[in-house]
């Protein structure tokens, strides 16, 4: 299976403040990557697709890039809705894997 | 609009079964690729498995794979995930999930409320 690394695990961050979350593949998934956003006690919420097309809905204030094995996920102003836990997510294969996940709190 | 609401989850005894509902309003399951992933406790999400549209496509996680079956009934645009043989570490949230794209390579972009189950003695 594809294994997904995401840093950082966690993050404290200020409202107004661009945050940057990493995923890194172990092998070349093209871009077929998925970004979610998950509050507590919710189901995940699609934000980003295909490592850089936006949800309908969505922020503008969330971008995606990145392709083979290196990708992110980028904030430009976290606002205070923002706070939450995201996950990467691959799906080049028939065993799609989910990174970690990161935790942004607010500091 | 669509909505996805899991059934089914319960406390069940290490070896036991248990089967999850998923149904779907506001689309046809007929179209549609539709996938099953977990979470357990404090923990990250975990993809279990997938069912295409025709029905008759189906994968599974290596840590399920003999133990749950992914099944559907078209007539009540539901899906099911009939799990045996559970264990401790089958404690999760279930969620289910609909696909977009062409299969595998597909994203999940609406997403049910999730069902606890709980495997406990």
């Known amino acids: 299976d594809i294994q997904m690394t995401q840093s950082p695990s966690s993050l404290s961050a200020s409202v107004g403040d661009r945050v940057t979350i990493t995923c890194r593949a172990s092998?070349?998934?093209?871009?077929?990557l998925a970004w979610y956003q998950q509050k507590p006690g919710k189901a995940p919420k699609l934000l980003i697709y295909r490592a850089s097309s936006l949800e309908s809905g969505v922020p503008s204030t969330f971008s995606g890039s990145g392709s083979g094995t290196e990708f992110t996920l980028t904030i430009s102003s976290l606002q205070p809705d923002d706070f939450a836990s995201y996950y990467c997510?691959?799906?080049?294969?028939?065993?799609?894997?989910f990174g970690q996940g990161t935790k942004v709190e607010i500091k | 609009q669509v909505e996805l609401v899991e059934s089914g989850g319960a406390v069940v005894q290490p070896g036991g079964s248990l089967r999850l509902s998923c149904a779907a309003s506001?689309?046809?399951?007929?179209?549609?690729?539709m996938h099953w992933v977990r979470q357990a406790p404090g923990k990250g999400l975990e993809w279990v498995t997938f069912?295409?549209?025709?029905?008759?496509?189906?994968n599974y996680a290596d840590s399920v794979e003999g133990r749950f079956t992914v099944s559907r009934d078209i007539s009540k645009n539901t899906v099911f995930l009939q799990m045996d043989s559970l264990r401790h570490e089958d404690t999760a949230v279930y969620y289910c999930a609909r696909g977009r794209g062409p299969p595998p390579q597909q994203h999940f972009d609406q997403w049910g409320q999730g069902t606890l189950v709980t495997v406990s003695s």
């Open positions: 997510h691959q799906y080049n294969s028939y065993s799609p894997t």
């Open positions: 506001g689309i046809t399951l007929s179209s549609y690729g």
């Open positions: 092998q070349s998934i093209s871009n077929w």
């Open positions: 069912i295409e549209y025709n029905g008759r496509d189906k």
